[in-house]
């Protein structure tokens, strides 16, 4: 983890040096540019876009990994590498190809986020640690745990800008605390052995 800290670092002021640190505004699409009323409350047309395309992905994920052949490849090599391996599976080309995908999501997912929160080259960095308190709130490889996890982080974060906006980020370390201490596994992760 302390890795991908520090190269995360490295590539963010390679960046910079290459193409400067200015930050960019992108416009939403000219389909989502307007603006939606539910319940008396007017919500971006883009904001909607976005919360169905999480949703979709959520939903394709959880199809890949719980009803093909390749999601029980990943599961079985995540839960005991070396057996996986020894049915013939190349597990390394396997954690490789879904590290690429992982990294390819990631990346589409800055370019969704870029009309709502600009793009700069610290974009990644700001959302590393969320990321990392939803994976240990959810519990390590769980796909719905991560999803649950996401969901709770959120609405901390969100409510806690609402009634603690000196302290917002403070209070997703706060569920996190809460639930490591109840759950050192996460919500949905497998008890440590």
Do not use: H
Request: glycine fraction near 12%; charge should be positive.
């Amino acid at each position: 983890m302390l890795l991908t800290f520090g190269l995360i670092y490295l590539f963010e002021d390679l960046v910079k040096w290459i193409w400067g640190g200015r930050i960019r505004s992108i416009p939403p699409p000219e389909l989502f540019s307007g603006s939606v009323t539910i319940w008396q409350a007017t919500v971006p047309s883009y904001r909607l876009f976005v919360i169905a395309f999480g949703l979709a992905m959520a939903v394709l994920l959880w199809l890949v990994i719980e009803r093909t052949r390749l999601g029980a490849i990943i599961r079985a090599g995540v839960f005991d590498a070396e057996m996986t391996a020894g049915m013939g599976i190349n597990i390394d080309r396997v954690f490789t190809m879904v590290f690429g995908f992982g990294a390819a999501l990631a990346g589409l997912s800055g370019v969704i986020a870029g009309p709502i929160q600009s793009a700069q080259p610290p974009m990644g960095a700001t959302i590393l640690v969320p990321a990392l308190i939803v994976v240990v709130v959810g519990g390590l490889g769980s796909l719905k745990g991560s999803l649950a996890g996401s969901l709770i982080i959120g609405q901390a974060e969100t409510f806690g800008k609402a009634w603690l906006p000196g302290a917002s980020m403070l209070m997703i370390y706060v569920v996190m605390a809460a639930v490591v201490l109840l759950r050192p596994q996460g919500l949905f992760g497998r008890p440590l052995r």
